[in-house]
């Protein structure tokens, strides 16, 4: 396993995401905490949202850009938290997949940007890099809240310095 495929879903730059989101009742992930402005809900289907958009514009569907930040976090919460969480679990699998791959990592893709007239062309491996650093941020943002409402490590271990 290389490390950007690591750092997608495993132990590259913290406890591994599945390890992260373990143990999250429905409760627990909707509940808000003063100060930060998301739930844990919140926080993962923002991941799940750009996820996918990237993992779009790797396969090469032209995904539009959001118009606004505000379109990147839910207006609904119809989806389950358990099915949130494993749509963004099978999404990072997919983009460790692909990571796997050396030979596409080099490979063009066109990427959409907030100005409509000014696309992006990056290689897959930039764009998987863009995914595993904004999944470690959130990540990161997750894990503060599970130490604020006292419920970190989960049971399959996390750092806790």
């Not at 009742?25 to 996918?52: C, M, N």
């Not at 494993?86 to 983009?95: I, M, N, S, V």
């Not at 904004?134 to 599970?146: F, K, S």
Request: charged residues 20%; contains cysteine.
């Amino acid at each position: 396993m290389n490390e950007l495929e690591r750092t997608l879903i495993a132990n590259g730059v913290g406890a591994p995401p599945s390890h992260i989101l373990e143990a999250i009742d429905d409760k627990t992930a909707h509940r808000r905490y003063a100060g930060p402005p998301h739930s844990i809900y919140e926080e993962v289907w923002h991941l799940a949202f750009w996820q996918k958009l990237s993992l779009d514009w790797i396969a090469g569907v032209q995904t539009p850009y959001p118009a606004h930040a505000s379109d990147g976090f839910p207006t609904s919460f119809d989806e389950a938290w358990s099915a949130l969480r494993e749509r963004f679990l099978r999404g990072a699998k997919q983009a460790a997949q692909i990571a796997a791959d050396a030979g596409r990592l080099e490979t063009s893709v066109l990427c959409l940007s907030r100005d409509p007239d000014a696309p992006r062309t990056m290689p897959v491996r930039e764009q998987l890099e863009g995914i595993a650093a904004h999944n470690a941020y959130h990540l990161g943002r997750i894990v503060l809240l599970r130490q604020l409402f006292g419920v970190w490590p989960p049971p399959s271990g996390g750092d806790s310095w």
